[in-house]
């Protein structure tokens, strides 16, 4: 006789980056388990590779977790793991003045609240040159993994290697050049040989790209100094 076995309850949320609902299911105890051996393993590849997993088996809807922007990553996770673990989060933060061991403050963060913020100048349209510009899209998982795992000479070059994985397409007024048509080399060529002014806009995307954060105020208990603290990234809450 086969062991009754409980039915999981479906919950909703929202792709943060394109508003679209999805319904996902908390994770189980044997996905639990592959995320604390990943977390153990301390290799970012491992992790990566084991939460797209988990995120992919407990999303009932019809997803490409490949291709999700990191912050709607790190989003769905939290969400996840809200409805999975529990959805409060205690936090320990330090004083910046003080080092003795009472002045650190527990804070309970809400996963259910958890936010992910978009800068109001933010663009993914980019205007170069005369009537030349590109469209950008957002760095996924698998785009920081590769460069990771195949590594780059310089920080530099890292930097390089992200946009140029990052540009959408290029355009002008006469025609659209999809990135995934193009070389390596014509898009780094492209990108050398932009100025100073046209690739601080570049990286002006990156800088006001959306992120999952959350704002932190609390008052240190030995010397009273208000503190004022900005949690980014899944990191910063698990």
Known sequence: ?????????????????????IKFRPFLIKEQKSL????????????????????RLCVQS???????????????????????VGENVDLLFSCDDCTDEK????ISIDLTKLKVETDPTHQTKIGLFNDVGIVMKYPSINVLNALEKYGVDSEIDLVFDIVCQCIDYIYDNKEV????????????????????????????????????????????????????????GLNSFF
Not at 37 to 53: F, R
């Open 1 to 21: 006789m086969a062991l009754p076995v409980q039915n999981t309850p479906i919950y909703t949320t929202e792709i943060p980056s394109t508003q679209e609902s």
């Open 36 to 55: 604390l051996l990943a977390q153990q393993s301390e290799d970012i590849n491992v992790m990566a590779d084991t939460l797209k997993d988990v995120i």
């Open 62 to 84: 019809k997803i490409d977790v490949d291709k999700l922007a990191i912050f709607d990553l790190e989003y769905i996770f939290s969400q996840i793991r809200a409805k999975s």
């Open 103 to 106: 002045s650190r403050v527990k």
């Open 177 to 232: 050049y999809h990135a995934h048509e193009q070389s390596k080399e014509e898009l780094t060529t492209f990108v050398n040989n932009l100025t100073t002014e046209q690739f601080g806009k570049i990286e002006s995307f990156f800088e006001t790209m959306p992120k999952l954060r959350q704002r932190v105020n609390y008052t240190c208990p030995m010397c009273s100094k208000e503190h004022n603290k900005v949690l980014e």
